[in-house]
């Protein structure tokens, strides 16, 4: 009986295993309602007091509540931005709603481009799954 629960265990793991690697790079964040996905490449920040910019940095993008809002996790100490509302119209275009920001963003399943600037902070992707 311990060699059943032994190779249901091993199974079990191994069902798992492939169930989480399956999730690919295909996935395109305007035609998911969720979505999470790690971008690569050069990203940077600027406010009054800091001048951050690397070329291998990561943003971690996730999709979040109704499918309209996402958050931008950034590397090497660049703050994130939360909350970003977009609106879908047409084919894979995404329009910011609801905001004062110069805002320029472009997000698919292959890449991220960026240019966020609010309160005199300004965020910048140019970044690749």
């Not at 309209?68 to 909350?83: A, E, H, M, Q």
């Not at 970003?84 to 399943?109: C, H, P, W």
Request: overall charge negative; hydrophobic content about 35%.
């Amino acid at each position: 009986m311990k060699n059943v629960f032994k190779i249901l265990g091993v199974f079990v793991l191994l069902f798992t295993a492939f169930s989480l690697s399956s999730c690919n790079n295909d996935d395109d964040p305007a035609d998911n309602d969720f979505f999470a996905g790690t971008y690569k490449g050069s990203i940077a920040y600027t406010d009054n007091d800091n001048d951050i910019s690397t070329d291998n940095g990561e943003v971690f993008v996730t999709k979040i509540a109704s499918g309209t809002k996402y958050n931008f996790r950034f590397s090497n100490g660049i703050p994130d931005l939360n909350g970003l509302e977009f609106e879908k119209q047409g084919d894979n275009t995404l329009v910011m709603v609801n905001s004062n920001a110069l805002v320029y963003v472009r997000i698919d399943n292959n890449e991220l481009k960026m240019l966020y600037t609010a309160d005199g902070k300004t965020w910048r992707a140019n970044c690749t799954r």
